[in-house]
Each structure stands twice: as structure tokens, then as C-alpha cells.
């Protein structure tokens, strides 16, 4: 069955490092990944999106990458801010254009001043 | 523009019970969907649609129901409510299938 994989493990750093969070996903030929943000008690707020043609896209302090060879995507937060910190989803869309959205379980980032 | 609107916020039900949950969203998004949120689960998808008129089922769809008779309203139905329906719903839409989605603030359900 189709399974995507995020660390479960907070992730801790310190403020102004980089931040990379993992997803994985096997059993899935995804034409586009997404990448989202959820505070505590409120719903997720789209961030970035990857094409399967797209190794790279960048937008202000967020980088992510996909490898569909590797079934991977980094997400990455330079200079990263305690306001940063948060939940953190990826998402996969298959080939059909449904709309239809798989997601991880997320990774939180916690960035200590 | 309000974006995607929940309501209620919050909700208890009895088990047995049944309730609609509401959905609406300004932005003339076609496609809409309903997730449930668990502790260690993730987001799963319930129920989509594509358009007015056409819905199709999620990855679990056992318990509700869903229309959608306007591009605006997508309204979850839960038939009998039970315990394990105990959960935080959002309601999402997107301008494309391709394209990010906006989410609603959710509503938070317990069922006793």
C-alpha cells in the first residue's frame, strides 16, 4: 500500500541553522509533492509545491527537493527563527488531477533562541 | 475573502447520534475535501469532489456522507456517530488538482 514516511522524532536546532526535514514514500508515483505548516489548533497552511519534473524549488528561506529516484523530498529552513517552529506535512498527488492528497504524519520543528 | 469557513468548532455528540458538519469556501475553488486528524495519524482524506455534483470517497470514507450541490458548500454528514469518530475534521479547497490547498480551522469532534 502506498506509505509515506516523516520522522516522528522532533527535530531541535538552534536559531539561525538550517533546518532538514525528510519525507519518504514508496508503493506511490507522485506527479506533485506539497509541503505544508500547522500551529497548534489551527489547519495547515500551504507553503511549497514540486513538480516530479522539478529537482529544486526554492521560495525566500525555504528550499525543497525531490528525487523521485530515491523517493525522497528534503525540505530545507535556513536562518531558521523561533517563529519557525511548528508541524511540518508533506503531501504527494498522484497522476490524476482529482485533487486527491496523501499525507505524511509530520515532523515538528522546535528552533531554540 | 473569509477563505474556508468550519463550523462548528466544537462539537460532543452522543453515540448514535447524527450531525452535519459545514464547509464553505469563497474563492470559487472546485475542488474541495474533508480530512480527519489523529494523534499520530496524519491527515486522511474522507471525502473529495471536483465540482458541483461530483463527489468520490477518501481513504476512509465508512460513516459520512457528503454533497455537494454548490461550488461553495460541502457539508460532512456523520449517519451514526461513534466513539471512534472521536476527532479534529478539516475541510479543504483548491483552485486545481494540482494546486496547494487552502484549509479551514477545523472542527474539533468528541463522541462519548
Known amino acids: 500500500s502506498q506509505k509515506i514516511e516523516q520522522n516522528s522524532e522532533a527535530l531541535n536546532i538552534q536559531e539561525g541553522k538550517t533546518a532538514t526535514l525528510t519525507c519518504n514514500y514508496t508503493n506511490y508515483s507522485p506527479a506533485y509533492l506539497q509541503w505544508y505548516r500547522q500551529d497548534p489548533g489551527r489547519g495547515p497552511v500551504f507553503l511549497l509545491l514540486i513538480r516530479e519534473n522539478e529537482k529544486e524549488k526554492r521560495k525566500e528561506r525555504l528550499k525543497v527537493t525531490f528525487d523521485t529516484t530515491l523517493k525522497q523530498s528534503l525540505f530545507h529552513i535556513t536562518a531558521s527563527q523561533p517563529a519557525d517552529s511548528a508541524t511540518y506535512l508533506c503531501a504527494l498527488r498522484g497522476p490524476s488531477n482529482t485533487g486527491k492528497l496523501i499525507f505524511g504524519q509530520g515532523t515538528t520543528l522546535q528552533v531554540k533562541p | 475573502n473569509a477563505g474556508v469557513t468550519q463550523t462548528p468548532k466544537f462539537q460532543v455528540l452522543k453515540t448514535g447520534q447524527s450531525m452535519t458538519l459545514q464547509c464553505a469556501q469563497d474563492?470559487?475553488?472546485?475542488?474541495m475535501s474533508w480530512y480527519r486528524q489523529d494523534p499520530g495519524m496524519g491527515l486522511r482524506l474522507i471525502h473529495y469532489?471536483?465540482?458541483?455534483?461530483?463527489?468520490d470517497q477518501g481513504e476512509v470514507p465508512n460513516g459520512y456522507n457528503v454533497s455537494r450541490s454548490t461550488t461553495e458548500d460541502f457539508p460532512l454528514r456523520l449517519l451514526s456517530a461513534a466513539p471512534s469518530q472521536t476527532s479534529v475534521y478539516f475541510c479543504?479547497?483548491?483552485?486545481?488538482?494540482?494546486?496547494?490547498?487552502?484549509f479551514g480551522p477545523g472542527t474539533r469532534l468528541t463522541v462519548l
Open positions: 469532489s471536483v465540482g458541483a455534483g461530483i463527489t
Open positions: 474563492m470559487n475553488h472546485e475542488y
Open positions: 479543504a479547497s483548491s483552485y486545481s488538482g494540482g494546486g496547494g490547498q487552502f
